[in-house]
Protein backbone atom coordinates (compact mmCIF):
# COMPACT_ATOMS: atom_id res chain seq x y z
CA UNK A 1 0.00 0.00 0.00
CA UNK A 2 1.40 3.42 -1.20
CA UNK A 3 0.75 6.25 1.81
CA UNK A 4 -0.92 9.25 0.41
CA UNK A 5 -2.82 11.99 1.90
CA UNK A 6 -6.02 10.74 4.17
CA UNK A 7 -6.47 9.23 7.54
CA UNK A 8 -4.89 5.84 8.77
CA UNK A 9 -5.25 3.62 12.05
CA UNK A 10 -1.88 1.76 13.22
CA UNK A 11 -1.21 -0.34 16.60
CA UNK A 12 -0.50 -4.24 17.66
CA UNK A 13 -0.51 -6.87 15.50
CA UNK A 14 1.80 -4.54 13.19
CA UNK A 15 2.91 -2.38 15.16
CA UNK A 16 5.44 -2.07 18.09
CA UNK A 17 6.01 0.58 20.80
CA UNK A 18 8.71 -0.36 22.75
CA UNK A 19 10.48 1.61 25.93
CA UNK A 20 14.18 1.47 26.35
CA UNK A 21 15.81 1.99 29.71
CA UNK A 22 19.38 2.19 30.90
CA UNK A 23 21.19 1.73 34.28
CA UNK A 24 22.96 4.66 36.49
CA UNK A 25 25.13 4.76 39.24
CA UNK A 26 27.51 2.70 41.04
CA UNK A 27 25.48 -0.15 41.42
CA UNK A 28 24.45 0.01 37.14
CA UNK A 29 25.75 -3.74 36.76
CA UNK A 30 23.60 -5.36 39.16
CA UNK A 31 21.12 -3.90 37.52
CA UNK A 32 19.28 -4.54 33.99
CA UNK A 33 18.43 -1.96 31.09
CA UNK A 34 14.86 -3.03 29.89
CA UNK A 35 13.34 -3.54 26.99
CA UNK A 36 9.61 -3.25 27.82
CA UNK A 37 6.63 -2.92 25.57
CA UNK A 38 2.97 -1.22 24.92
CA UNK A 39 0.83 -4.46 24.05
CA UNK A 40 -2.33 -2.61 23.83
CA UNK A 41 -2.35 0.71 22.20
CA UNK A 42 -3.89 2.59 19.49
CA UNK A 43 -3.19 5.48 16.79
CA UNK A 44 -4.28 7.91 13.72
CA UNK A 45 -3.20 9.89 11.51
CA UNK A 46 -4.09 12.18 9.07
CA UNK A 47 -1.38 12.62 6.46
CA UNK A 48 -1.57 15.57 3.94
CA UNK A 49 2.09 14.45 1.90
CA UNK A 50 2.41 18.24 0.13
CA UNK A 51 1.30 20.29 3.66
CA UNK A 52 2.72 18.09 6.85
CA UNK A 53 1.63 20.97 8.79
CA UNK A 54 -1.96 19.81 8.38
CA UNK A 55 -1.23 16.77 9.23
CA UNK A 56 -2.18 15.54 12.27
CA UNK A 57 -1.18 12.54 15.06
CA UNK A 58 -2.89 11.04 18.05
CA UNK A 59 -1.43 7.84 20.18
CA UNK A 60 -3.21 6.10 23.47
CA UNK A 61 -1.31 3.28 25.29
CA UNK A 62 -2.82 1.74 28.01
CA UNK A 63 -0.30 1.65 31.06
CA UNK A 64 -1.53 -1.59 32.39
CA UNK A 65 -0.25 -3.09 29.27
CA UNK A 66 3.55 -2.72 29.90
CA UNK A 67 4.96 -5.94 29.31
CA UNK A 68 8.85 -6.44 29.85
CA UNK A 69 10.31 -8.30 26.95
CA UNK A 70 14.06 -7.99 27.59
CA UNK A 71 16.56 -7.22 30.16
CA UNK A 72 20.30 -7.08 29.21
CA UNK A 73 23.72 -6.80 31.41
CA UNK A 74 23.40 -7.48 34.85
CA UNK A 75 24.91 -9.91 37.17
CA UNK A 76 22.16 -12.55 36.38
CA UNK A 77 19.31 -13.07 33.96
CA UNK A 78 16.10 -11.60 34.20
CA UNK A 79 13.75 -14.39 35.60
CA UNK A 80 9.90 -14.70 35.03
CA UNK A 81 10.07 -13.34 39.12
CA UNK A 82 12.03 -10.34 38.09
CA UNK A 83 10.03 -9.72 35.10
CA UNK A 84 6.69 -10.13 37.29
CA UNK A 85 8.14 -7.60 39.89
CA UNK A 86 9.49 -5.22 37.06
CA UNK A 87 5.46 -4.77 36.17
CA UNK A 88 3.97 -4.31 39.80
CA UNK A 89 6.76 -1.58 40.22
CA UNK A 90 6.04 -0.09 37.14
CA UNK A 91 2.24 -0.20 37.69
CA UNK A 92 2.56 1.76 41.33
CA UNK A 93 1.76 4.66 42.47
CA UNK A 94 5.86 5.73 42.60
CA UNK A 95 5.92 5.31 38.75
CA UNK A 96 2.71 5.19 36.65
CA UNK A 97 0.26 4.70 39.19
CA UNK A 98 -2.06 2.50 36.44
CA UNK A 99 -5.20 2.25 38.31
CA UNK A 100 -5.54 6.04 38.46
CA UNK A 101 -3.85 7.31 35.18
CA UNK A 102 -4.85 3.80 33.00
CA UNK A 103 -3.68 5.67 30.11
CA UNK A 104 -0.78 7.97 28.32
CA UNK A 105 -1.74 10.13 25.46
CA UNK A 106 0.36 11.82 22.61
CA UNK A 107 -1.37 14.40 20.53
CA UNK A 108 0.65 16.51 18.52
CA UNK A 109 0.18 19.93 17.50
CA UNK A 110 2.68 20.67 14.96
CA UNK A 111 4.45 18.25 12.13
CA UNK A 112 7.14 19.50 9.85
CA UNK A 113 9.46 17.73 7.33
CA UNK A 114 8.62 14.99 4.32
CA UNK A 115 7.32 11.28 4.27
CA UNK A 116 10.61 10.04 4.51
CA UNK A 117 11.82 12.62 7.42
CA UNK A 118 9.44 14.10 9.68
CA UNK A 119 9.50 15.63 13.39
CA UNK A 120 6.21 15.20 15.27
CA UNK A 121 5.77 18.13 18.16
CA UNK A 122 3.12 17.37 20.46
CA UNK A 123 1.41 17.08 24.09
CA UNK A 124 2.65 13.97 25.98
CA UNK A 125 0.42 13.53 29.18
CA UNK A 126 1.33 10.57 31.74
CA UNK A 127 0.11 10.64 35.12
CA UNK A 128 -2.29 13.82 34.57
CA UNK A 129 0.67 15.68 33.31
CA UNK A 130 1.24 17.51 30.03
CA UNK A 131 4.29 18.26 28.80
CA UNK A 132 6.18 18.86 25.19
CA UNK A 133 7.39 15.81 23.27
CA UNK A 134 9.24 15.50 20.09
CA UNK A 135 9.32 12.16 18.22
CA UNK A 136 10.99 11.64 15.28
CA UNK A 137 10.71 9.45 11.87
CA UNK A 138 9.96 8.40 8.64
CA UNK A 139 8.57 6.44 6.29
CA UNK A 140 9.32 4.45 2.99
CA UNK A 141 6.00 5.52 1.48
CA UNK A 142 4.47 2.12 1.22
CA UNK A 143 3.04 2.10 5.02
CA UNK A 144 6.32 2.09 6.94
CA UNK A 145 6.87 3.95 9.82
CA UNK A 146 9.56 4.43 12.67
CA UNK A 147 11.06 6.42 14.51
CA UNK A 148 11.80 7.45 18.29
CA UNK A 149 11.38 9.61 21.25
CA UNK A 150 12.98 10.57 24.39
CA UNK A 151 11.30 11.26 27.50
CA UNK A 152 12.68 12.27 30.93
CA UNK A 153 10.55 10.78 32.93
CA UNK A 154 11.13 13.61 36.02
CA UNK A 155 9.28 15.80 33.95
CA UNK A 156 6.51 13.91 34.50
CA UNK A 157 6.08 13.21 38.04
CA UNK A 158 7.69 10.03 37.42
CA UNK A 159 10.83 9.20 39.70
CA UNK A 160 12.84 7.07 38.19
CA UNK A 161 13.74 3.56 39.80
CA UNK A 162 16.33 2.58 42.71
CA UNK A 163 17.64 0.20 44.50
CA UNK A 164 20.28 -0.75 47.10
CA UNK A 165 20.29 2.51 48.66
CA UNK A 166 20.33 4.42 45.21
CA UNK A 167 23.70 2.67 44.38
CA UNK A 168 21.09 1.15 41.54
CA UNK A 169 18.74 3.78 39.58
CA UNK A 170 17.62 3.70 36.15
CA UNK A 171 18.96 6.20 34.06
CA UNK A 172 16.31 9.58 33.78
CA UNK A 173 15.99 9.47 30.17
CA UNK A 174 13.91 6.43 28.59
CA UNK A 175 13.89 6.02 25.13
CA UNK A 176 10.86 5.25 22.98
CA UNK A 177 10.73 3.47 20.14
CA UNK A 178 8.07 2.82 17.26
CA UNK A 179 7.74 0.18 14.59
CA UNK A 180 4.70 0.30 12.61
CA UNK A 181 4.64 -2.36 8.96
CA UNK A 182 0.95 -1.43 7.79
CA UNK A 183 -1.67 1.94 8.33
CA UNK A 184 -4.88 0.85 8.12
CA UNK A 185 -6.95 3.57 5.96
CA UNK A 186 -10.14 4.79 7.82
CA UNK A 187 -13.23 6.48 6.69
CA UNK A 188 -11.58 9.67 4.80
CA UNK A 189 -11.79 12.98 7.35
CA UNK A 190 -12.59 15.47 4.47
CA UNK A 191 -8.79 16.80 4.71
CA UNK A 192 -7.70 18.29 1.36
Do not use: N
Not at 81 to 88: F, G, L, P, Q, S
Not at 116 to 134: Q, Y
Amino acid sequence: MTLSDGAYGFGPPTGRLLIKTSRAGLGRKAGHDLTIEATRWSGSAVVVADDPGRSSVTVTVETGSLTVREGTGGLKPLTDADRAEIKRTLEGEALLHTARHPTITFRSTSITGTLPSFEITGDLTIKGRTHTATVHGGSDGDGMVCGWATVTQSTWGIKPYTAFLGALKLADEVRVEYAVTELEPLPDPGVR
